[in-house]
């Protein structure tokens, strides 16, 4: 076999990859609920869920302008929040908290949560601890939208840890830590 058609032939393999609805290269797509239930019991974080999909230009644009650059700049993930695109246009089943496999579209018509963008704030068993964001209204405060509703989740949650209301502010807060640790 020609050094050419090995080198296509393992492009192939690559590319067959499973590919996700969720094209968000820093915005990590839900995989595994029980082991983010775990995750979340084990650092006392609340999780995240934004339902989208692919067609959903909404859900591209926080996409852009808020998830990504929330994921991009590691200040959320494990810190604040676990936060998770659930792709209600994924076929393939995941585990649900418990386990068992289940369907993303049906799960989020269940929780009502099937008109894209939504996101919910959770807590490791699955209860919502904050109130849900149902689409979109003003992107250049979405974030702050978000920030409140985890501190509303922190509370419910029966945790300590507050976070600022802005993501400039915890941006500076993160610096200032950083610098105390040098």
């Not at 926080?62 to 700049?73: D, R």
């Not at 405060?141 to 400039?168: C, D, F, S, W």
């Amino acid at each position: 076999m020609s050094r050419f058609i090995r080198f296509y032939a393992l492009i192939l393999m690559v590319s067959t990859e499973p590919i996700s609805a969720n094209n968000h290269s820093e915005f990590k797509e839900l995989a595994n609920l029980q082991t983010l239930a775990e995750k979340s019991e084990q650092l006392q974080l609340p999780i995240m869920l934004m339902f989208g999909a692919q067609w959903c230009e909404y859900c591209e644009l926080l996409n852009e302008s808020v998830f990504n650059p929330m994921a991009l700049g590691k200040l959320y993930e494990e810190r604040v929040v676990l936060m998770r695109h659930v792709g209600v246009d994924e076929s393939a089943p995941i585990p649900d908290w418990n386990g068992q496999l289940m369907n993303k579209a049906n799960w989020a018509y269940k929780l009502n949560s099937d008109l894209t963008p939504t996101v919910l704030f959770l807590d490791s068993k699955g209860q919502e601890v904050a109130p849900r964001i149902v689409g979109v209204s003003e992107i250049t405060l979405y974030a702050g939208l978000i920030h409140e509703r985890l501190n509303i989740a922190y509370k419910n949650m029966g945790l300590t840890k507050q976070i600022p209301v802005t993501p400039e502010k915890l941006e500076i807060q993160y610096r200032s830590e950083q610098s105390r640790l040098q």
